[in-house]
């Protein structure tokens, strides 16, 4: 196996070379390399993403700016009216961050999971045919005693309680953006995941600073797969991002570090030959980056 690897490798390195030798050791992609900050994002949300808090992090930690399009109280069906503003916006990406007031079932906001399913599902077949790409994100999971000291506990009953409620649309937000083949940012299973996960929570549904952290963190693993092998940034993996990923492994292309992260395809910590055989296959077709097979 390991003879069949080295093998595998030292071809890949003889194409790489012969490559460059064909087309000149000068010879560049057509595209410049942009950096994360030239990306136009939206993040489209709720009072969760009003605050502007895990965009702020997320900038601290990756360098991406936001156009923060969230607003208090909105559920996917109110949002709905200003949905235009998103596209109107031109975004390369957009982050669709609801469900905690879609399952508040005793207010005004309340969107009944069906219409909730269907509104997602709209809101990404829109945003992609204006050529955007989409991470849907979970809702947090909520702390039931908190959370019911102002709102009706009657109604959440048959659902085991606010969180029992919030948690099934967390899994529809989930099976949407497996049905549109879109990335899906699981914050619910990212804060559900911590035993102490109500202290991360100040009033029982919006973060506090700590749990905010555990957003943005969670936000930038996703929005890292999202960008995997698109070297140039230019939102698409065509050639030039295999043809840079082999000028960096043959030392003749000096990436920044942020594009150097995108090539490592394997996500081993570094960029070699294999990087460039899984972004080659990613461009023609036959690896899918996202999932490793």
Request: glycine share 8%; proline share 4%; charged share 25%.
């Amino acid at each position: 196996m390991k003879k069949r690897l080295a093998a595998v490798f030292a071809s890949a390195m003889f194409c790489i070379g012969a490559s460059l030798c064909a087309f000149g050791a000068d010879a560049a992609p057509a595209a410049g390399v942009r950096s994360i900050s030239d990306i136009k994002i939206v993040a489209f949300g709720d009072s969760i993403t009003a605050a502007g808090k895990w965009e702020s992090f997320l900038r601290t930690a990756t360098g991406a700016n936001t156009v923060n399009m969230g607003v208090g109280g909105d559920s996917t069906r109110t949002a709905l009216p200003r949905f235009k503003n998103v596209l109107a916006a031109k975004p390369e990406i957009v982050f669709i961050a609801f469900g905690t007031n879609d399952a508040a079932i005793d207010m005004d906001k309340y969107t009944p999971l069906e219409k909730y399913r269907e509104l997602l599902g709209k809101y990404i077949d829109e945003c992609r045919a204006a050529g955007a790409q989409v991470i849907v994100m979970t809702p947090p999971p909520v702390d039931d005693v908190k959370y019911l000291t102002r709102h009706d506990e009657e109604p959440f009953k048959p659902y085991g309680g606010p969180n029992g409620l919030v948690a099934i649309y967390a899994a529809a937000a989930r099976e949407v953006a497996a049905e549109r083949r879109v990335l899906c940012c699981d914050i619910n299973a990212a804060f559900s995941a911590k035993p102490n996960y109500a202290s991360l929570l100040s009033d029982g549904v919006h973060p506090t600073d700590a749990g905010y952290k555990l957003y943005a963190e969670t936000v930038r693993k996703s929005l890292s797969l999202l960008l995997l092998g698109d070297i140039d940034l230019d939102m698409k993996l065509t050639a030039n991002d295999y043809l840079y990923t082999k000028r960096a492994v043959l030392g003749t292309a000096d990436l920044p570090a942020d594009a150097l992260a995108r090539a490592d395809a394997d996500v081993n910590g570094k960029v070699d030959a294999n990087d460039y055989l899984y972004i080659k296959r990613a461009v023609l077709g036959t690896y899918d980056l996202k999932k490793g097979n």
